[in-house]
């Protein structure tokens, strides 16, 4: 099958997206695109789908029905290479999920190392470069135990950076951290947003989806609510369920 022009399909779709856990039906019939360059902000409260939602992206969590296509590939495809394509997939955690006994510059050379089969001399002069640009240049030979949070955070960035993947997935990367080390992280996220990076946030930091997102998806009890433009849905929410959320943001 050759496939369509680059601008003929979005970077990501979900269709009629269903996901259970037993009797609870976490995801129900999600279908909605994210185009190519876009940043997308998934909110809502707790337990309404969020992380399950983008966990779903690289198949970190099976769905029961539906669709999900990444650069037009069907991600949930039995014949799909799942180490292959999760190799072309960032993905950044709350938990930072650094190895303690390698050095910074290591946790990020190994993927490309090891999967993409570079050699060492180039994956170490691409780990130094992103390092440079999450502003680490001076802790290449750290240990992620000598880090701040934050400081880990922005390893875990360069390393899914390191893959060179079409997209990236942050999943809450600022709810571990104490509030000071917030900032740092989310300017090596708008950074990226600027560089036309395509990106899926599940986050709570609503000044970053106000001034950095192209979208905002509201989710709650496993379905899309609402989804708009930032300055649509913080200004006029259409549900009364983004009204209520956003006045308990605001209350807080």
């Known amino acids: 099958m050759t496939r369509p022009a680059p601008s003929q399909y979005p970077m990501i779709s979900f269709k009629k997206v269903n996901k259970w856990y037993g009797e609870y039906h976490a995801l129900k019939e999600i279908t909605a695109d994210v185009e190519r360059g876009e940043v997308l902000v998934v909110c809502g409260p707790s337990g309404s789908g969020k992380s399950t939602l983008i966990r779903t992206v690289n ?34 955690f709350q938990s930072f999920n650094l190895f303690p006994h390698l050095s910074v510059v290591d946790n990020i050379m190994l993927a490309p190392i090891n999967a993409l089969k570079q050699k060492k001399v180039e994956a ?62 989310l300017q090596v996220m708008k950074g990226l947003a600027r560089d036309g990076m395509t990106m899926i946030c599940v986050t709570h930091e609503m000044n970053f989806a106000r001034e950095v997102a192209d979208q905002i998806w509201f989710m709650d009890e496993g379905s899309i609510v609402e989804t708009g433009k930032p300055e649509e849905f913080f200004t006029t929410p259409q549900s009364d369920r983004a009204r209520k959320f956003l006045s308990e943001l605001r209350s807080h």
Request: without cysteine; charged residues 25%.
């Open 124 to 185: 170490k002069g691409r780990a130094l470069e992103l390092l440079d640009r999450v502003g680490l240049a001076a802790k290449a030979e750290a240990y992620p135990g000598q880090l701040s949070g934050g400081q880990q955070q922005r390893v875990a960035i360069a390393r899914a950076l390191a893959m060179s993947p079409p997209a990236m997935l942050f999943d809450e990367p600022t709810s571990a951290l104490d509030p000071e080390m917030v900032g740092e992280v």
């Open 59 to 92: 198949r970190l969590e099976e769905i029961q029905g539906g669709r999900i296509e990444f650069d037009a590939q069907d991600v949930h495809s039995p014949a799909l290479d799942l180490n292959t394509f999760r190799s072309h997939v960032g993905f950044v």
